[in-house]
């Protein structure tokens, strides 16, 4: 998104101080939860919350990037095409990282709701270190085919003339571009297929389930519908350059517009859910992040952890008197 052009019904310098308060806004909320789940090592022994921080440290270094490349656009800043290749080829990792993650955790769901006695032994921290690993290099199977069929195309100069670092700097060939998008779009429709599975299995644990194990079975399926709407609006965003192209052969005006309501909806809001998933409708995961935003002035910090393992929950439940030194 570094050659993203800003609309200019509205001043320039308007829009990007809205984008810059938006993302602020953001990244502070996101450092805090990621600062939460470090600062509580009961968080380590589940999975769900590994994940949820991996996706959160993915989001936060996505939103800085891609604000970076954005005023470094509009202020007209180069850098070098080598430093470009790294940078994109960190966002393009990125970009996937987060949607694939979002799968995992909809598996996670799954297994725990569907799979309750085989949950301790398949959900483990170490096998969630592993996932982790494993979607970091599938996130950058599709960088690496691009770079390279960009280094076996430009001459040594591209890596040290400078440019205004984007995407579109790394195309060569409109194929390359076309390329790109099919393979996008395939790992999205696997994952597609993934959650849609998910939920077609959760939402049949639900309609059987006891009246105990109704209400959170029912808050499983409404974590995998939210993943599932975070993952189509990641998807719009491979769509979009094809509608803005076709929209600015239309009108040039209307494609400004619509290129900064897709960087705010389809390229920042999908990295804002997250929080909303995990963090704030996590009832543990809540009170210790209030906690810690109030700066320890709670007086009663209570921490439950739903762990089925007894020998874990009788180290993690606990109810804590904060006394202030």
């Known amino acids: ?3 993203l052009v800003l609309p200019t019904v509205i001043p320039v310098s308007v829009r990007m101080v809205i984008i810059q308060v938006l993302i602020a806004i953001f990244l502070y909320v996101n450092s805090l939860m990621i600062f939460t789940f470090f600062k509580k090592t009961a968080f380590f022994t589940k999975t769900r919350y590994i994940f949820f921080a991996h996706t959160l440290v993915c989001d936060s270094i996505f939103l800085a990037l891609t604000d970076a490349l954005l005023v470094m656009s509009f202020s007209k800043v180069t850098m070098t095409g080598g430093l470009c290749i790294f ?5 393009g990792n990125l970009t996937v990282a987060t949607p694939l993650t979002l799968t995992a955790m909809s598996l996670e769901r799954y297994v725990a ?3 309750p006695l085989r949950h301790s032994e398949l959900s ?4 969630a270190i592993y996932s982790i690993l494993l979607i970091q290099a599938l996130s950058s199977v599709i960088r690496i085919i691009m770079i390279s069929i960009l280094s076996s195309a430009v001459s040594l100069r591209f890596y040290t003339n400078p ?4 995407v579109e700097q790394m195309i060569v060939f409109t194929w390359q571009g076309h390329l790109s998008s099919a393979l996008s779009q395939l790992y999205f429709l696997v994952m597609s297929l993934i959650i849609a599975f998910t939920y077609v299995k959760i939402m049949g644990a639900a309609r059987a389930a006891s009246s105990e194990r109704k209400t959170s079975t029912n808050k499983g399926l409404r974590t995998v519908i939210l993943h599932g709407f975070q993952l189509l609006l990641c998807l719009i965003q491979f769509w979009c350059p094809l509608i803005e192209l076709t929209v600015m052969k239309i009108n040039l005006n209307l494609f400004i517009e619509l290129r900064y309501f897709d960087y705010i909806c ?3 809001a999908p990295r804002c ?4 998933v995990y963090g704030l409708r996590d009832r543990d995961f809540m009170v210790v992040l209030k906690y810690y935003a109030l700066f320890g002035h709670s007086k009663v910090f209570h921490f439950n952890m739903d762990k089925p393992n007894l020998k874990w929950r009788k180290k993690i439940t606990c109810t804590v008197n904060v006394v202030h030194v």
């Not at 483990?124 to 096998?127: C, D, E, G, N, Q």
């Not at 859910?273 to 909303?276: D, K, Q, V």
Request: one cysteine or more; aromatic letters at 8%; proline letters at 8%.
């Open 113 to 115: 709701i569907c799979m």
């Open 163 to 166: 440019l205004i670092c984007s």
């Open 124 to 127: 483990t921290p170490m096998r």
């Open 1 to 3: 998104m570094g050659g």
């Open 266 to 268: 389809f390229f920042l």
């Open 87 to 91: 940078v994109v080829v960190i966002l």
């Open 273 to 276: 859910l997250s929080p909303l």
